[in-house]
């Protein structure tokens, strides 16, 4: 009788989220039918003078919209995301569920290009290469740009003899789509890292064939 019970505890025990990996994949699993979360982060916040044994965890989370951008999730999202963790969760845990920031940008670069080569056609390849870099699939909350992987990619591509600069401008106000927030990309700028806010945050493109723009230099 006693391996029996244990038996079952066991298997309850199993369909809970223990870890914050664990709360991660569960939100990320959660039916399609109740919304869809398009990113997530999770951090332990540090609480001075913490008294009580129930363990707050902190879930950023962001949806998108029919245009495939990312966007806020909506009140009803997170009541539901909210809903469908509550039968996973271990006792002690205590979950936030909070909106992450966005943070849209823009790029220019300038290159110089090898003779015999049309300029527009390699500005156009250049472009491409940085539109597939920044796909919001390959991007995470609290990502940094690392500025020389860029120099890097528009390198290899054809007909580039060199990267002379590339310039990130900050793309912010609802009127024109973009996110409502404003960001200082200069000064989030150490040793050649954008690095994000200390809130939870992702960098976007939003626009990728308007916010990514290249010129030819000479040499």
Same mark, same amino acid.
């Given at each position: 009788?006693? *391996? ?35 990113? /997530? ?8 003078? @913490? ?8 879930? %950023?989370?962001?949806? @998108? ?16 995301? !909210?809903?469908? /963790? ?8 205590? #979950? ?10 823009? *790029? ?9 080569? #049309? ?23 609290? @990502?940094?740009?690392?500025? @020389? ?6 390198? !290899? ?8 600069? #590339? ?15 404003? %960001?200082? *990309? ?20 939003? %626009? ?12």
């Amino acid at each position: 009788e006693q *391996i029996r019970q244990n038996t079952l505890m066991q298997i309850a025990a199993q369909q809970r989220t223990v870890t914050l990996d664990d709360y991660k994949v569960r939100a990320m699993s959660m039916p399609s039918d109740f919304g869809t979360i398009a990113k /997530l982060y999770m951090e332990k916040p540090t609480l001075d003078n @913490q008294t009580t044994t129930v363990e707050t965890l902190c879930m %950023y989370i962001l949806s @998108q919209n029919g245009a495939g951008n990312l966007s806020v999730p909506t009140e009803t999202l997170k009541k539901n995301l !909210r809903t469908y /963790l509550s039968q996973y969760k271990m006792i002690g845990d205590s #979950i936030e569920i909070k909106d992450a920031y966005i943070i849209n940008i823009g *790029i220019d670069f300038e290159i110089v290009v090898l003779p015999n080569f #049309i300029n527009s056609q390699v500005i156009l390849s250049c472009i491409t290469s940085l539109q597939e870099y920044f796909n919001k699939d390959n991007w995470q909350i609290n @990502q940094p740009i690392l500025i @020389q992987d860029l120099f890097v990619l528009l390198d !290899r591509v054809e007909g580039v003899q060199t990267v002379k600069d #590339i310039k990130f401008t900050n793309k912010a106000g609802t009127s024109q789509g973009y996110s409502q927030y404003g %960001y200082d *990309i200069e000064g989030a700028t150490l040793n050649g890292v954008i690095y994000p806010s200390l809130d939870p945050s992702i960098f976007e493109i939003k %626009y990728l064939n308007e916010d990514i723009k290249g010129k030819v230099v000479p040499l």
